[in-house]
């Protein structure tokens, strides 16, 4: 974890968050389901992910990267979830970096700010294709609320059928 900075998303990071966030996702998708992914990477990108600033901005939230020297190796996003919460979005770490504790640390990060804003309580979702997220959430205190089948896309989900699972954390 040496080497590795937590800092707030800049202009110039826009282009390795977009390709991380596609490459991440194209990682995800099932055989079955590339075609699903490929439409819930098209919505994101045009909804969310090209336009970061304003549509955390336009949410009072906050999005931050993980950068190693010059590579971004993570990414993550908080939006509030109504008066007493934040929701986690975005948490995603390049392939190519993941068991170093970068996700527990950027988890940790996400924590750390929801209290500065007197936000005490963080909520995030995650989708059954993500067993390692999955493991952190658990590992971390993270209460399970409740389960879905996420039938209708949207940019929080691809839909299509996938089992989501709804956490908490009471900070």
């Given at each position: 974890?040496d080497?590795?900075?937590?800092?707030?998303?800049?202009?110039?990071?826009?282009?390795?968050?977009?390709?991380?966030?596609?490459?991440?996702?194209?990682?995800?998708?099932?055989?079955?389901?590339r075609?699903?992914?490929?439409?819930?990477?098209?919505?994101?990108?045009?909804?969310?992910?090209d336009?970061?600033?304003?549509?955390?901005?336009?949410?009072?939230?906050?999005?931050?990267?993980?950068?190693?020297?010059?590579?971004?190796?993570?990414?993550?996003?908080?939006?509030?979830?109504?008066?007493?919460?934040?929701?986690?979005r975005r948490?995603?770490?390049?392939?190519?970096?993941?068991?170093?504790?970068?996700?527990?640390?950027m988890l940790d990060?996400a924590?750390?700010?929801?209290?500065?804003?007197?936000?005490?309580?963080?909520?995030?979702s995650?989708?059954?294709?993500?067993?390692?997220?999955?493991?952190?959430?658990?590992?971390?205190?993270?209460?399970?609320?409740?389960?879905?089948?996420?039938?209708?896309?949207?940019?929080?989900?691809?839909?299509?059928?996938i089992?989501?699972?709804?956490?908490?954390?009471?900070?």
């Amino acid at each position: 974890m040496d080497g590795i900075e937590i800092r707030d998303f800049a202009p110039d990071d826009a282009a390795a968050v977009r390709a991380l966030f596609i490459r991440v996702n194209r990682l995800l998708a099932p055989a079955d389901m590339r075609d699903a992914f490929e439409g819930y990477i098209v919505r994101s990108l045009t909804e969310e992910i090209d336009r970061i600033a304003d549509y955390y901005g336009e949410r009072n939230g906050g999005f931050w990267v993980v950068a190693a020297g010059a590579d971004i190796i993570g990414m993550f996003g908080l939006e509030p979830a109504g008066d007493a919460a934040m929701e986690l979005r975005r948490m995603y770490v390049d392939p190519d970096a993941r068991r170093r504790g970068i996700a527990r640390r950027m988890l940790d990060f996400a924590e750390q700010e929801c209290r500065r804003r007197s936000r005490f309580r963080m909520d995030l979702s995650t989708s059954a294709l993500q067993r390692e997220a999955l493991a952190l959430y658990r590992s971390s205190g993270y209460e399970l609320v409740r389960e879905e089948i996420a039938d209708t896309a949207s940019n929080k989900t691809l839909g299509g059928g996938i089992r989501r699972y709804h956490f908490t954390k009471a900070l």
